[in-house]
């Protein structure tokens, strides 16, 4: 994908006289925007032709500057997008990483590994304001980690989905499970989003370093040991995972089960852990063993990538709705924000 800067886009956006909060601009194709203190944010999406329709009276004044956001060049775009929340016309689909929201172990700065423990209050906030950032980008599936902190996380930033279908969890566990959480209503089901949770998503197995202060084991071994431990690509800790072998259950379930759905066009959420999340990214961004001992996540902020066409597309975070910056959805995405719109406001 060739990207161009939103700079080449808000020159032309600012000579469209707008009449309303969204619309098609016959240059550059369908904008929407709100007003925030200097001028309007923007989301652009590449579509030819059309004219604006209105809901109210404004001039367009964009203030953005080049290196706030790219905007997606429509030559990679697909042609056949449609506006349904799982497109199969076309093979691109959304993908979003979330890291879950703090842990109590992360605010009392313990290796938590797969031991299992719930979010912070803090971590809860995360999780709903990661909820916002997404709130506009489609969601077909939800795979989480077995640990309740990548569930919890899941499941409270689908509660800010403007889209309101519900996330429930799938129970294979037995026969039994599964039968018992069946569902009987065919319009129920279009409403629910299906939560798959796999232990191969957990967090690396942090061995004998699980329950111990990161603090207190780099005073004790030294802050290079722990570092290498922490951070190296193929050294594991004292009886626990590398990264490397970390991926090689994390990378394995996403290409194998993850992978699929996407080349169908459903569009995934994944919410999982630090060390699990990075060895994904490390696929994804093509990372080497070298580039990803850099790589680190912050809990709480959701990325997102567009598969297209066999190619994972880094498109960095969604901002949040109090952010004034812009930010550039696909051709399918911009649509998909256009009927959420239409349907809820
Ligand atoms: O303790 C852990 O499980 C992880 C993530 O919180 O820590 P680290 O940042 O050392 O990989």
Same mark, same amino acid.
């Given at each position: 994908? #060739?990207?161009?800067?939103?700079?080449?886009?808000?020159?032309?956006?600012?000579?469209?006289?707008?009449?309303?909060?969204?619309?098609?601009?016959?240059?550059?194709?369908?904008? !929407?925007?709100?007003?925030?203190?200097?001028?309007? /944010?923007?989301?652009?999406?590449?579509?030819?032709?059309?004219?604006?329709?209105?809901? /109210?009276?404004?001039?367009?004044?964009?203030?953005?500057?080049?290196?706030?956001?790219?905007?997606?060049?429509?030559? !990679?775009?697909?042609?056949?997008?449609?506006?349904?929340?799982?497109? /199969?016309?076309?093979? @691109?689909?959304?993908?979003?990483?979330?890291?879950?929201?703090?842990?109590?172990?992360?605010? /009392?700065?313990?290796?938590?590994?797969?031991?299992?423990?719930?979010?912070?209050? *803090?971590?809860?906030?995360?999780a709903v304001e990661a909820g916002k950032r997404i709130s506009n980008i489609?969601?077909?599936?939800?795979?989480?980690?077995?640990?309740?902190?990548?569930?919890?996380?899941?499941?409270?930033?689908?509660?800010?989905?403007?889209?309101? *279908?519900?996330?429930?969890?799938?129970?294979?566990?037995?026969?039994?499970?599964?039968?018992?959480?069946? +569902?009987?209503?065919?319009?129920?089901?279009?409403?629910?989003?299906?939560?798959?949770?796999?232990?191969?998503?957990? @967090?690396?197995?942090?061995?004998?370093?699980?329950?111990?202060?990161?603090?207190?084991?780099?005073?004790?071994?030294?802050?290079?040991?722990?570092? @290498?431990?922490?951070? !190296?690509?193929? +050294?594991?800790?004292?009886?626990?995972?590398?990264l490397e072998m970390c991926a090689e259950r994390a990378v394995a379930y996403?290409?194998?089960?993850?992978?699929?759905?996407?080349?169908?066009? *459903?569009?995934?959420?994944?919410?999982?852990?630090?060390?699990?999340?990075?060895?994904?990214?490390?696929?994804?961004?093509?990372?080497?063993?070298?580039?990803? +001992?850099?790589?680190?996540? #912050?809990?709480?902020?959701?990325?997102?990538?567009?598969?297209?066409?066999?190619?994972?597309?880094?498109?960095?975070?969604?901002?949040?709705?109090?952010?004034?910056?812009?930010? #550039?959805?696909?051709?399918?995405?911009?649509?998909?924000?256009q009927k959420l719109d239409d349907m809820f406001e």
């Open positions: 994908m #060739a990207a161009t800067t939103l700079y080449q886009s808000v020159g032309t956006l600012q000579s469209c006289r707008n009449n309303g909060n969204s619309g098609l601009c016959p240059d550059y194709g369908h904008v !929407s925007f709100r007003s925030v203190s200097k001028g309007f /944010k923007v989301d652009v999406g590449l579509l030819r032709g059309g004219s604006f329709f209105s809901r /109210k009276r404004s001039t367009c004044v964009i203030q953005a500057s080049a290196s706030q956001a790219t905007v997606f060049d429509e030559a !990679s775009a697909p042609s056949s997008a449609t506006t349904s929340d799982s497109n /199969k016309k076309t093979s @691109e689909a959304a993908l979003i990483l979330i890291r879950h929201g703090e842990s109590m172990w992360n605010e /009392k700065n313990l290796f938590t590994g797969c031991v299992d423990v719930p979010l912070t209050t *803090k971590g809860v906030e995360e489609p969601v077909d599936m939800i795979y989480t980690s077995a640990l309740i902190r990548a569930q919890m996380t899941a499941m409270l930033a689908m509660t800010q989905h403007r889209r309101k *279908k519900v996330p429930t969890i799938i129970h294979e566990e037995s026969e039994q499970a599964g039968a018992w959480s069946q +569902i009987f209503s065919e319009d129920t089901n279009m409403q629910c989003i299906p939560v798959v949770t796999a232990w191969q998503l957990n @967090e690396r197995m942090y061995g004998e370093l699980q329950g111990l202060n990161k603090q207190e084991t780099a005073d004790k071994y030294g802050s290079e040991q722990v570092h @290498e431990w922490r951070r !190296s690509y193929d +050294i594991p800790p004292p009886n626990g995972e590398s996403f290409t194998e089960h993850i992978e699929p759905q996407l080349a169908s066009g *459903k569009n995934i959420m994944i919410a999982a852990h630090g060390n699990s999340l990075r060895s994904i990214i490390m696929y994804l961004d093509k990372l080497t063993s070298q580039e990803v +001992i850099s790589l680190e996540l #912050a809990t709480g902020i959701p990325m997102l990538y567009i598969f297209n066409e066999g190619r994972f597309i880094r498109r960095g975070s969604p901002p949040a709705p109090t952010e004034a910056t812009v930010y #550039a959805y696909t051709k399918k995405l911009a649509q998909y924000r």
